[in-house]
């Protein structure tokens, strides 16, 4: 309870707040890698992901190859980068680990997802003449997207908690006060690093359950 108390006081001191070391500075930090990875997370797997699930033809590989990066840690995967040339682009061994390490969900959720649309309506939608992206487009994608959103909302979770290794490979972001915080052995900054982590995950968390929520009623006013 004690070292709660001193991680609550450091968080409650301004003088913590600001300057390029202060928690506004590295949160911004945070949420822009994050966002960033995000980006080029669902331009990689989501197009792959929903065009298999079009055609209904390999995908289960697509998915299990993704998986397969699963299997590997994330920090194993920013250590091999740095040592390849890719290593003197600033977070660019960061920013590759971090979407490799979110590709996986993207692909497998916006694959089922457009598994399970309703066979039955897809045939209805090219009985009535629509061209293959036009099924996509209007009917499959709208049926899928709860589905899709779904892995999105995993990809972003998963990435709010792991860019901390950014601060292992000199970058920004929250995980630079928990790695100051172990030099220091200031226990109370390397818990409080922790409790924004968490907090900022469960925030995303919040932001996409809600979205998730609304999926449905714009679902039904786009049929």
């Given at each position: 309870m004690r070292t709660l108390g001193e991680a609550w006081h450091w968080l409650t001191d301004p003088a913590h707040w600001s300057g390029d070391d202060g928690v506004g500075h590295r949160l911004t930090q945070h949420v822009l890698l994050t966002i960033g990875c995000l980006v080029v997370s669902c331009a990689i797997a989501l197009?792959?992901?929903l065009v298999l699930g079009h055609l209904g033809r390999g995908g289960a590989l697509a998915v299990n190859i993704s998986n397969?990066?699963?299997a590997v840690p994330t920090f194993a995967v920013l250590v091999l980068l740095l040592l390849t040339p890719l290593g003197r682009w600033g977070?660019?061994?960061t920013v590759v680990a971090l979407v490799l390490f979110a590709v996986p969900p993207l692909l497998t959720n916006a694959?089922?997802?457009m598994r399970e649309v309703d066979r039955s309506v897809v045939r209805a939608a090219r009985g009535m003449g629509m061209t293959g992206r036009q099924t996509l487009l209007r009917v499959e994608l709208p049926l899928a997207l709860p589905m899709v959103l779904n892995g999105v909302r995993i990809a972003a979770v998963q990435l709010v908690a792991?860019?901390?290794?950014?601060?292992?490979a000199g970058g920004g972001g929250l995980g630079r006060i928990?790695?100051?915080g172990f030099n220091l052995a200031s226990t109370p900054q390397v818990v409080a690093g922790a409790v924004l982590v968490a907090a900022l995950a469960l925030i995303v968390e919040a932001v996409f359950e809600a979205v998730e929520r609304l999926a449905p009623s714009r679902v039904r006013g786009a049929r």
């Open positions: 197009p792959v992901a397969i990066g699963r977070e660019g061994p694959y089922v997802g792991t860019a901390t290794i950014a601060a292992l928990i790695t100051a």
